[in-house]
Nanobody, 113 residues
C-alpha cells in the first residue's frame, strides 16, 4: 500500500511563502484524487486543495489565488505552493488520497504575524 510523507513545513513571516511536498512510496499515476488538508489547534481538519489525475484543481475559498496544488507523477509527489501566507494559515498540513483512509503524518506550518 502506498504511504505518504509530507515535508517542507516550517516557520515563516506573514506574507512569505512555503512549498510543501508529499512523497508517495509508490506510483501515484493511477491515483485520481490527491489532496491537502490542514488542522489548526482546536479546529477540525479542513480541506485545502485537491488535484485530479487530469490536473483539475479545486481550492477552499480562503486559499484560492494564494495556494497552488500540483503533482509530478514521475516523482510520485504532490506539491502545495503557498504564497502570501497569513497567520490564519498556521496549522498541521496533511496530504491524502481522496476518498480513502490514506493520510500522511503531517507537517507543521507556522506563520508569524
Amino acid at each position: 500500500q502506498v504511504q505518504l510523507v509530507e515535508s517542507g513545513g516550517g516557520l515563516v513571516q506573514a506574507g512569505g511563502s512555503l512549498r510543501l511536498s508529499c512523497a508517495a512510496s509508490g506510483s501515484i499515476s493511477s491515483i485520481n484524487g490527491l489532496g491537502w488538508y490542514r488542522q489548526a489547534p482546536g479546529n477540525q481538519r479542513e480541506f485545502v486543495a485537491s488535484i485530479t489525475r487530469g490536473g483539475v484543481t479545486n481550492y477552499v475559498d480562503s486559499v484560492r489565488g494564494r495556494f497552488t496544488i500540483s503533482r509530478d507523477n514521475a516523482k510520485n509527489t504532490v506539491y502545495l505552493q503557498m504564497n502570501s501566507l497569513k497567520a490564519e494559515d498556521t496549522a498541521v498540513y496533511y496530504c491524502r488520497v481522496l476518498y480513502t483512509a490514506l493520510w500522511g503524518q503531517g507537517t507543521q506550518v507556522t506563520v508569524s504575524s
